[in-house]
């Protein structure tokens, strides 16, 4: 049942899904930087410094960014086929769309795992 709902015959089930999963990948880092926060409660910037140090806690946080920036995609993506008519207007605003978001992951990539 689910693969039938996966398939070309529903193709906004797909993204559905895919924002449904994003937002609760976002939502479980949310939960586990809280924690994280409430429990180590860093103050300094060198114990923020700290705070990211651990390569786990490293890609988590890209994790979080790459699905941060899928779910935005979706999102902003839908809004623009609601309420954007024109449809030149749409691929341009879509494009500086994944344009930006690209950069932010190229971004996040660096800060994450490069720094």
Not at 89 to 97: F, Q
């Amino acid at each position: 049942m689910l693969i039938e709902l996966l398939t070309k015959r529903y193709p906004g089930m797909r993204a559905w899904l895919m924002q449904r999963l994003t937002a609760l990948v976002m939502a479980v880092y949310s939960v586990m930087l809280l924690v994280r926060v409430a429990i180590l409660q860093p103050s300094i910037y060198e114990e923020w410094l700290s705070f990211f140090q651990p390569l786990w806690f490293r890609i988590a946080s890209w994790l979080f960014w790459i699905c941060l920036s899928l779910h935005a995609w979706l999102g902003v993506r839908d809004v623009f086929k609601d309420y954007v008519p024109n449809y030149d207007v749409r691929e341009v605003l879509l494009k500086i769309l994944a344009v930006l978001l690209s950069v932010y992951i190229v971004w996040a990539t660096w800060l994450f795992l490069v720094y």
